[in-house]
Nanobody
Framework: QVQLVESGGGLAQAGGSLRLSCEAS????????MGWYRQAPGKQRELVAK???????IYVESVKGRFTISRGYAKNTVYLQMNNLKPEDTAVYYC?????????WGLGTQVTVSS
């Protein structure tokens, strides 16, 4: 089992920045993908960005040029730098880890962007 712990959510004004962090409870030696999903009220959970352990990032179109995903040196951490935030970025953000065919999820961290 792997636990994921997120931090860094909060309140920001439109145009502002926040940085999310996620750490897995143990090191992960296999090929894996870590990323961020978000779910706004009344909407389905959607991918925001993900990155393989080899370092290939994928972004949803709506955040390209504004958000940057990165992996920590120990490879069991993932970060999401969110710049130029918009009110439509308001959601609960969930950290995700895929490894050996299994998905793991964090409990989520709230991001609220005011206009």
């Amino acid at each position: 089992q792997v636990q994921l712990v997120e931090s860094g959510g909060g309140l920001a004004q439109a145009g502002g920045s926040l940085r999310l962090s996620c750490e897995a409870s143990r090191s992960i030696d296999s090929l894996n993908v870590m990323g961020w999903y978000r779910q706004a009220p009344g909407k389905q959970r959607e991918l925001v960005a993900k990155m393989t352990s080899g370092g290939s990032p994928i972004y949803v179109e709506s955040v390209k040029g504004r958000f940057t995903i990165s992996r920590g040196y120990a490879k069991n951490t993932v970060y999401l730098q969110m710049n130029n935030l918009k009110p439509e970025d308001t959601a609960v953000y969930y950290c995700n880890l895929w490894v050996r065919g299994s998905d793991y999820w964090g409990l989520g961290t709230q991001v609220t962007v005011s206009s």
